[in-house]
């Protein structure tokens, strides 16, 4: 539990248009559409997220005494991935390539063929592999609608915006430069400021240190 | 402005950040770190140990300096000296009574190794939302900081005259 316990590090965002989900109800329902699931390696995936419980990550099960403390609703938004070693997806693949070559008493074998006997071991070695598991802390303070995700990292933000707005219909203003500026000040001040030129601070002739706006 | 993207705001913004960290450092310097916040009172922010700047290109002009003063070091002062501006600094902000201890990234305002003050609540629950409220605490007061800033930042005149102060602490160009 990073954000009570210690240092941790996070991105804050505010809701759009409302602080808090519609009801409870409506947010256990979209945490549950958009709940973790397995790794469908049939289907070629190798990752999958969603949302999991905060006490527990391998939990994807959501009750209002799991989710709600009162403002606040927790939960984790979970990454699961599989990987494999590459010397070890070598190696096996060598192996069945020898097979293959020895059981059809041939010394060579087509790029396609190898490719495919690859693509087939590579998928035979992530349905006996464990994934590596991620959970990252999410706390939604409904009084006042900022969001906390305890990640700085960008892939896993974007995945995150992406995930609770198309689950928990709710857009999330990231409290970055951008999102400060555009929450504070009006329409014209910020086309000042998008325009703005950066300031030299050191003075290379005593007394001209310039602001920038000068040079456009 | 119609047309621009995330990105390319982020990139046009991206130098506000370094000119915050480093007129704040400017500050600290200068007038112990202390910000008034309009209706809110003061808040004192003092730069800690370490501080990263970087020059116009970061890939070959940056350096991270370890020191137990940033506002009271050579090392520091030369770096501002040859044009440098502060991406990133270790801060430790104080505001009634509260100690908040943070990494602030220059290029988006992102926070980093957040310590927030320690909660009196007994009750889990109560611990939790007390943390949070520290979070928003933290996150508004920089905001008002910030938002200060762009406020002088867009004030041609007031600017042009804290930019001719932050020149003559920071002294002319190269020199040691």
């Given at each position: 539990m990073g954000f009570v316990t210690g240092t941790s590090s996070y991105t804050p965002y505010q809701a759009q248009g409302?602080?808090?989900?519609?009801?409870r109800e409506s947010l256990l329902k979209g945490l549950t559409a958009g709940r973790i699931t397995p790794i469908d390696v049939e289907l070629g995936r190798d990752r999958t997220m969603g949302f999991s419980t905060f006490d527990d990550p391998l939990d994807n099960e959501f009750t209002v005494e799991k989710v709600f403390f009162d403002p606040l609703a927790v939960f984790c938004l979970r990454i699961d991935k599989l990987s494999l070693p590459a010397t070890t997806l070598r190696l096996h693949v060598r192996s069945r390539v020898s097979e293959a070559l020895a059981a059809t008493g041939r010394n060579m074998m087509p790029r396609a063929e190898r490719e495919e006997i690859s693509e087939q071991v590579r998928g035979e070695l992530l349905r006996r592999a464990l994934p590596t598991v991620n959970a990252y802390e999410v706390v939604w303070d409904t009084s006042t609608g900022r969001i906390r995700l305890y990640s700085t990292s960008q892939v896993v933000n974007e995945d995150f915006v992406t995930l609770f707005k198309d689950n928990l219909d709710t857009g999330l203003q990231p409290l970055n430069t951008v999102g400060i500026l555009e929450r504070h000040l009006k329409p014209a001040e910020l086309e000042t400021v998008y325009q703005m030129m950066s300031t030299t601070f050191v003075a290379v002739n005593p007394g001209a240190a310039h602001t920038g706006e000068d040079d456009r | 402005m119609i047309g621009l993207t995330m990105v390319d705001k982020m990139k046009r913004t991206q130098f506000l950040g370094r000119e915050f960290l480093t007129w704040m450092l400017f500050k600290a310097a200068t007038e112990e770190g202390v910000f008034r916040l309009d209706e809110d009172g003061e808040v004192q922010m003092l730069f800690e140990r370490a501080v990263t700047l970087e020059g116009d290109n970061p890939a070959r002009e940056m350096s991270t300096i370890k020191v137990d003063d940033p506002t009271d070091s050579a090392e520091v002062m030369l770096s501002l000296r040859l044009g440098k501006k502060v991406s990133k600094a270790r801060l430790l902000l104080e505001s009634e009574g509260k100690e908040f201890a943070f990494t602030l990234d220059a290029a988006s305002l992102a926070l980093r190794s957040v310590t927030l003050p320690d909660s009196m609540a007994m009750d889990h629950t109560e611990v939790m939302a007390e943390k949070a409220d520290f979070a928003t605490e933290l996150e508004e007061t920089l905001q008002k900081l910030f938002m200060g800033f762009i406020g002088l930042r867009l004030n041609l005149d007031a600017w042009s005259l804290e930019v001719s102060k932050m020149a003559k602490w920071i002294g002319p160009w190269g020199k040691e």
């Open positions: 409302k602080t808090g989900p519609d009801s | -």
